[in-house]
Structures are given as C-alpha cells and as structure tokens.
C-alpha cells in the first residue's frame, strides 16, 4: 500500500517537473532582460539616493550649498540611467 | 508510515539532484525550459521533504517506537508539545529540519523571483540543489543519520527527551537558529551565481535582501532563546558563557550583520563589492561551521553530542565552499572593483566600512578563541583552552567601539557632511553623554568599572543620537504637513521604514548592550550552606530557607526537590522556590540500581527568580544528597532482587506480572525519599545572585527584532509606484531640457 | 596630499594596526590558556605557573564538603595511585561523585590544584542514550506491559 502510494506521488511529481521539457508545454517563464533589470535596480537606488539627500538636507547635515551640488550630480546620474533604459527598451522593441 | 518517508526522502534527494543539473546545464544552454524544470523540481523537493517531516512528527505523536529516532528521544511520559519538538534534538532530526527549510526557503525565492535574473537565477538554483543533495545525502548515507530507520522489535518504551530540552525556550531555539543559518543560503546562492555570470550589479542583492534580513532576525531570536534558556534553566546563572557553540551561532551573526549593512553601500554607491561577496560567503561558511559544531563534539562544550558521523562530511563542504567560493571571488575581481572611492571619513560609507572592520575584528577574535583548543593542539601538541575571561578582555574594547559608531553612523550623511552641520548634530549626543558620565561616577561605584562606564556613555551617545534623529524627522514632517508629534512619527516611519526600522535596531542593541555590562561588572553572587531555618544576607535582600519541600510527576516519571526561601528586602517580602528535578534514568549509568539512577543522570534545575526593571534576584539551589546514599543502595539492593531474569523467548505471564510489581514498589520508594527528604532536611546549597538591568537585556533584544522586522516589512506596492512617479516626472523636465 | 595618498597611508595604518592586534591576539592566548594535563604530569613538578585542566577519576572517598567549597583529590585515568588534591567552590554537577572522570581547571599552588570557580565538568558515564540502550544489564520499565 505505502509503496502503491509512493509510486503515485513520485510520478506525479515527476510529471510536474518535467512538464516545461515536453513538447507542446507552451511557452517558458517570461524573464526579465537582465539589462533592464540591471537599470531598473539602479535607478530605484539613484532615486533613494535623492530622496536620502534631501532627507538629509531637511535634518540639516547637508547644508543647502552641499546638497545643490549632491543633488545635481545626482539627478545627472540618474538621467543618464533614464536614457540608458530607453535605449536598451528601444533595442528591444526593434527586435 | 517508514516506508512512505524514505521514498519521499530518496525523491527528494532525487529532486535536489536534478534540479542542479537542469539548472546548470539550462543556465550554460540558455535554454529556459531546463531552468523551469529546474525550479519545479525545487518546489517537488519541498513537497516530498514536507511529507517526510510529517511523516516522522506523526510517529513522535504517537509514540511510534519502531521508529528509532522516536524510541530514541521520545518516550510515552514526554508531554506531547516536547514529542514534537524532539525532532529537533536529534542528529538525523536536525538534518531533515535543515533540508526542509532550504527547500521552503528556496522554494519561496525561485518562486519569487521566477520573472527575474534570468542568468543569475539557475546557478543559484543550481547551488541551491547541490546543498539539498548535501543534506538528504547525508541522512541517507551517514550511520545513524536516517529518520526512517526502523526498530525490529519495537521497544515498548523510548528513551525520553533529554530533561535539559523540555524547556519551552529550548523547544523553538533549534528551529530558530537552524532557519537563520539555512536562510543565508539565499543571499549565498545567489551571489556565487552572480560572480558566475558577472552580473554583480544591484539587483541580485534587491532580490535576496529580505532573506538575509529575515535570516538576521531567525538568528538573533535563536541567540536570544538560547541566553534566556541558560540563564532561567542552567545552574550557573548566567546567560552567555562563550562557550563553542553559543560563539558558533554569534560569529555568522556578526559577519551577517557586517554584510546588511555593506549591501547597503552597494546598493548605493556601488561600492564595497568585493566585501559583500566575502561577507555573504563568510556568513554562509559559519553558518556551515556551527551545524558542524553542535554536531561533531569536536570541541568540549555542554552542548557536546558526542562524535558524530557528520563532522566530516561537513567539514569537507565548508571547506569546498571556502575554497571554490574564494577563487571565484578572485577570478572576478576586475568586475568587482569600484570606480567610486570613499569620499570622507566623515561619511556614512566610511563608517559603514569601519563597522565591516569592527564585526569582522569580533568574529576573527570568537573564532579564534573558540577553535583555540584545536589549534593549539596542531601547534604545541597539547590541548589548551581558552575560557571567558579571555573572550571578555578581547571582545569589551570592540563591542565598546561598535556601540559608540551605532551611534556615529545614524548622524551623518552619506557621501560627506556639512562641515557647520557637524557640530550642530553632535552637540546633544555628546552633551547628554558627559552629563551621564559626570552622573554616574558622582552617584554611583560606576567609576570602578572603567570598561562597564564607557560602555554606558557610548550607549547613551547613541540612544540620544538616534532619538535626535527621530525627533527631527518628525519635527520636519509636522512642519511640512501638520498633525501631531506622533502621527508624524508613524508617518516617518512608513516613509522610510527601512532607516528607522534600522535606527530602532540600533536602540535595542544599545540597551542589549547596558544590560550586558551592567550585568556583567556589577553581579554580585554568592554560594551559600544552608539548613531549613537558615538566613543569609546578599545586598540588601534578607534571605531564609524556610522550608524544603518535595513533588513527583508520574507522568514525566519526575522527582523534584524544592526549597521556599523567604525574602525580604525594605519591608516588603516576597518567596522564591528553586527546585531541582530528577528523572528516571534512561540517559544515566545502566549499572545503578533503580532509585540511583534518578540521581545518576541529568538532572534540571529550577531557578527560583525575581525580576525586575533595575535588578534580577537570581537563586538555583542543589541538595546534598550523600546522606542518603547508603539508604538508596539498601532501597534498590531489596528492588533488584524482585527483578526476574527474563529469558531469550521474552518475558512470561508471571514474570510480567513480578514487573509491574517492581515498578509499582519503585514508586512506592521514590514516594517514601520524597516524604524523608522534607521530614528529614539536608544541608542546601544556594547560589544567589543580584544581576542588575538583565532584563533590559531582553527588552533590547525585542525591540532589536522588532526593528529588523520593520525594516523587512516591504512597502505596498502602490505606494513605491507613486513615489517612483513623483522622481520620473521631476526628472523628466530635465531629460527633455538635456 | 592628493586622495590616492591618502588612501595609500590609511591602508597602511589599517593593516598596522591588524597585525599588532593579531600579534596580541595569538600571543595573550597562548599565555592565558589551559593547557590539558593529567595529574601525574601535573605532579612531576615540569610544569609551569599558568592554569591547568586537568582531567582524571575522583578518588573514592576523597570527597569533604565544607559549606560551600569543597576538597577532593583527583587520580590519573590509567595510574590511580598518583592522586591530586584539588580545592573547589562553586556549582558542583550532579553526577560529581566518587570514582567518575572529571574535568577541572585551576592553578598548582603548593601541591594542591586551587579550581576557579564553577571550572568542574563530570562525564556522564553513559552519556549517549543510543549506548545505555545497547547495554544488556539495562532495564527498561515499562507499566504497560499487559500483553498489548
């Protein structure tokens, strides 16, 4: 009976995780580009960063002086990481 | 049932298997169908594990002697909450309760991030699978370490759980510690997938955060369990006696901590790449090495569970991963350099690398310490060992120096402070500091612990610190939008939950920290003989061992000695009954007789405690019993002799019957001990402590975990959407001006 | 000074301080640690100042209690006529008594081992359950056996 029982959930199991390699599964797991991703990432921590920046400013760490200039490098780096993802989604939708 | 659980554990290790390979070859093909089936088959693992846990935990339900492991460790008199429990107090039980995390675990981060990191996701899954086949391996082909090994002939009855384990702190410790170290796997798969692929950019530490994060937090209730467990179950009265396996749980805590913090920067500034990748893989090696160390007795310890079959085995993976990951980390090196460097030491990446030092330092110095016995042997041939005051001399002056920049960190900005500004945010914390300083050498004997002072005053910076920091934000917030102080503080913290949550962790650990040192430089302990009527005075406590008393728990086959002791202290009076219990021995000497054995094996005390906001009144008291040995041996002489000889062919009608008999007239004379040892007292020995401010050690720690886990708690959706909005549109001015 | 320089000498003085730290380190351990002994060697007078572990049997009837401190003398494992008087206060194990193997750690002061405080570990004699059950003069009492 306990072997009977082991059989089953052993085939079914393996049925499960062979699935995806049989034909006629449809299509695999829709991935990111890891480009995108890569960018993605960084420009929610650049956006942090500003946040954290002005954050800072607030709490009075950063005099306003300090903090236009952090502020701006900052801003000219994440454009940069703007003009980046836009060009790599166009690269894609040309594909 | 055995049967089901072994296949289950032979697929899994089946699974595990194939979903390293799948993996691998998928991530070296490309192709995402062998990726998929790699992940299913984890999800499988997961599956099969969980019915081998179940499996095994409904024969400990049940009492289910034909398992050895249940016969082993369990027993019909164990209360049902310690029957399930003692699958973890075993070696096999342990193993399957590692391999069934890691399933879950990376289960739920395949599962989570099943869209994303397309080239660092199947070497992760593949690392994943390799420590599965590791583990399920091991119980299947080390000696003694299978769950499913069955008894022929099932004993009628089980060995019974280790007295020390029936403790409800000790009931989740294990699971505790146990997840926290399975949980860094995580971050660690991933990271060797990253280094694999070169993809060491952000993400693949966005994605695994949350899991060393709540590793962190597993760990840190683990550690804490195991403190409050030794100072409330333990005779010696303390809560941390650097003893192998505590160190073997704080050195991956360190290095995890380390590692929380240095991600922080890379996440940032994309700097200290090279740390994370050694810290994570540092952690994971730790958390290697202190699953070996509980489970090889390769170091003398109360925990020691003898030789074991694993050590090895273990020990040989912690060395592949130390190796294999190490060479990886040097072949990539040029992708792991930084074009950034850090800008001022007065920056927070510069005291975040301070801090990496620091954590470092400690771990360096408890593994150090604790592996001393070993090393030593290899050097001079003779075992030497290195006991508490030595950790103490070396890890007080670092422990000093991290509280005091937990402190320096929250207060200064990342990339460069304010020159002006510097002044403005120090000058409350470093006020408050010496006028605490200046207090507690006026009022108190505070001065003549120059380590517990300074200790005190660099807590108090960080406390005042981090106070400043939240009332600022606030203040900023009210100016902003209005409404209350406190609606702005619950603002503040839903804005930025990971700051302050990390700011509140900040506060437990200082508090955790007061506690320690206050706890530790001003104790005051004392052994004391006492006879029933006997007084003593400790501090200002008035202490009388009124009476003894006695109690048996049939069901736990229990005996336990007690004492009332009557306190009183400034006109108000209060009692306090530590006891020490005895168990019927099945884990004592097989040679002593019957009513012996009670004394033979472990027995548990019972402290007796009263805790408070300023101090703990702590007692743990041990009868002697040599008096009464010559009646014991006259009592269990007249017992053996009405034990039958039971021959091959197993016992006969008669023979059963002269054997209930015989456990009937043990209980009889276990009941007469118990009614002559309150009529009859013997001379107590008392150990009584007075451990000021423990219980903030408690608190601290609470309010650590609470921290952490605000900290973790993700954002809703809606909300980071919405402030991602808010930067592109600003932004988008700006692209369209450049 | 430009930045590299300056990175160049914090290098230095980070790596400095590590190796004197680890020179400390290494060096205070090896002159605050126990060595491992047994009682004879102990004894034979060719050991120094520090402290000791000393691991060995309890002599049978060498144990005196008074109050809380406690004297007894501890024998080799292998020769039991050498016999070591030790001096202990503190937390004494339950399984202390006579004839079992213990573990205690203090300094030789005039031929007697002064323990440190709660420094006593006794060895269970059968500490592994698995082993108490593979032994054959081991009883196991069980109330239910009515044939069930």
Not at chain 2, 226 to 235: K, M, N, P, V
Not at chain 2, 470 to 499: D, E
Not at chain 2, 515 to 535: E, W, Y
Not at chain 2, 676 to 696: D, G, Q, S
């Amino acid at each position: 009976m306990e072997i009977v029982l082991a059989l089953i959930v052993v085939a079914a199991l393996a049925w499960f995780v062979a699935r995806p390699l049989l034909p006629g599964a449809g299509r695999s797991v829709a991935t990111e580009d890891p480009r995108i991703a890569d960018l993605e990432a960084r420009k929610e921590a650049k956006y942090r960063e500003i946040r954290d920046a002005e954050i800072d400013r607030e709490q009075g760490k950063l005099s306003p002086k300090d903090w236009a200039r952090v502020d701006a490098e900052l801003r000219r780096e994440a454009i940069e990481i703007l003009k980046e993802l836009d060009r790599v989604r166009g690269e894609r939708t040309g594909e | 049932m055995a049967g089901l659980g072994l296949a289950c554990l032979i697929a899994a290790l089946c699974a595990f298997g194939y979903a390293a390979v799948a993996a691998f070859h998928g991530a070296r093909t490309g192709d995402r169908r062998w990726v998929d089936s790699s992940r299913r088959s984890i999800y499988a693992a997961a599956g099969l594990l969980s019915v081998c846990v179940v499996v095994v935990e409904s024969a400990f339900a049940r009492s289910d002697f034909s398992f050895e492991l249940v016969a082993l460790h369990s027993s019909t008199t164990t209360p049902t909450l310690y029957k399930l429990t003692a699958l973890w107090g075993s070696q096999a039980g342990s193993l399957l309760l590692w391999a069934f995390v890691l399933s879950v675990a990376a289960s739920a981060v395949l599962f989570a991030t099943r869209h994303r990191h397309r080239e660092v996701a199947p070497y992760a899954t593949a690392v994943l699978g390799g420590l599965g086949v590791f583990f399920t391996g091991l119980m299947l082909f080390a000696d003694g370490a299978n769950p499913f090994a069955q008894l022929d002939p099932a004993p009628a009855e089980g060995n019974g759980l280790n007295p020390l384990l029936r403790h409800p702190a000790m009931a989740i410790h294990p699971p505790m510690l146990y997840s926290g170290y399975v949980l860094f796997s995580i971050p660690f798969a991933f990271a060797i997938g990253a280094l694999i692929t070169r993809r060491l950019d952000a993400s693949w530490i966005r994605s695994t955060r949350r899991f060393a994060l709540l590793a962190w937090i597993f760990l840190s209730i683990g550690i804490m369990l195991g403190a409050r467990w030794s100072y409330s179950e333990l005779g010696w009265g303390g809560y941390w006696g650097w003893d192998a396996v505590e160190n073997a749980s704080l050195m991956p805590w360190l290095t995890g901590t380390a590692f929380l913090h240095s991600i922080m920067v890379q996440e940032r500034r994309g700097m200290l790449k090279v740390w994370n990748v050694s810290l994570i893989v540092g952690t994971f090696a730790l958390c290697l090495l202190g699953t070996f160390l509980v489970r090889s007795g390769i170091l003398e310890s109360i925990h020691a569970f003898g030789e074991s079959t694993v050590g090895t085995p273990l020990l040989i993976l912690v060395a592949a991963v130390l190796i294999g990951s190490t060479a990886l980390i040097v072949s990539r090196l040029d992708d792991l350099r930084s074009a950034r460097r850090i800008e001022s030491l007065a920056s927070r990446e510069a005291v975040f690398l301070v801090n990496n030092l620091l954590l470092v330092g400690l771990a360096l110095v408890i593994w150090w310490g604790t592996f001393f016995p070993l090393i030593s042997e290899a050097l001079t041939g003779t075992r030497s060992s290195l006991a508490a005051p030595w950790f103490a001399d070396y890890t007080t002056p670092l422990a000093i120096l991290l509280v005091l920049f937990t402190g320096i960190g929250p207060l200064l900005a990342w990339r460069k402070i304010s020159a002006g500004a510097a002044l403005r945010i120090f000058a409350w914390p470093l006020g408050v500091t010496v006028a605490v300083a200046a207090l507690l050498v006026a009022f108190t004997d505070a001065a003549g612990e120059p380590w517990a002072l300074a200790m005190f005053c660099v807590a108090a910076f960080a406390l005042t610190g981090l106070a400043q920091e939240f009332a600022r934000g606030a203040a900023g917030l009210r100016a902003l939008n209005g409404g209350s102080y406190v609606s702005a503080l619950g603002r503040l913290m839903g804005r930025n939950r990971r700051r302050y949550g990390g700011y509140i962790v900040h506060a437990g650990i200082a508090i955790l920290f007061i506690a320690v040192a206050a706890s530790s430089s001003f104790q005051t302990s004392r052994d004391v003989r006492l006879m029933p009527g006997d007084t003593v005075e400790v501090e200002d406590y008035t202490i009388t061992y009124a009476e003894p008393s006695a109690d048996i728990d049939p069901e736990e086959q229990k005996l336990t000695f007690a004492a009332r002791l009557d306190v009183e202290r400034d006109g108000k009076s209060f009692s306090l009954s530590p006891s020490r219990n005895y168990y019927s021995g099945n884990t004592g000497d097989p040679s002593a007789g019957p009513i012996r054995s009670f004394f033979e094996g472990e027995a548990t005390s019972e402290v007796g405690r009263r805790e408070g906001a300023s101090e703990d009144l702590w007692t743990a008291m041990q009868p002697d019993l040599e008096p009464l040995d010559p009646l014991i041996a006259a009592v269990d002489r007249r017992l053996l002799r009405r034990l039958p000889e039971i021959g091959p062919e197993g016992p006969t009608p008669e023979q059963i019957e002269q054997m209930r008999e015989f456990a009937n007239a043990q209980g009889d004379a276990i009941e007469r001990l118990a009614a002559l040892y309150v009529a009859n007292p013997l001379p107590v020995t008392f150990r009584i402590n007075v451990n000021p401010f423990v219980i903030w050690l408690w608190v601290g720690g609470l309010v650590a975990v609470a921290g952490a886990l605000i900290a973790a708690w993700p954002a809703p959706a809606a909300r980071r959407r919405r402030v991602s909005d808010v930067y592109a549109a600003r932004l988008a001015k700006e692209l369209g001006r450049a | 000074m430009n930045p590299a320089r300056k990175r160049q000498i914090r290098l230095v003085v980070a790596l400095t301080a590590a190796v004197l730290l680890a020179t400390a380190l290494v060096y205070t351990s090896f002159n605050a640690s126990s060595e491992a002994k047994s009682p004879s060697e102990l004894l034979s007078g060719a050991v120094g100042d520090g402290t000791y572990e000393v691991y060995g049997k309890v002599v049978p009837g060498s144990i005196k209690r008074n109050g809380a401190d406690m004297t007894f003398e501890i024998a080799d494992r292998e020769n039991p006529s050498v016999k070591l008087p030790v001096e202990y206060t503190g937390q004494v194990p339950d399984p202390f008594r006579d004839g079992r193997e213990v573990i205690v750690t203090g300094r030789l002061v005039d031929g007697t081992l002064v323990a440190e405080k709660d420094r006593l570990i006794t060895k269970c004699p059968s500490k592994f359950a698995a082993e108490a059950e593979e032994d054959p003069e081991h009883v196991i009492i069980d109330e239910s056996l009515d044939g069930s």
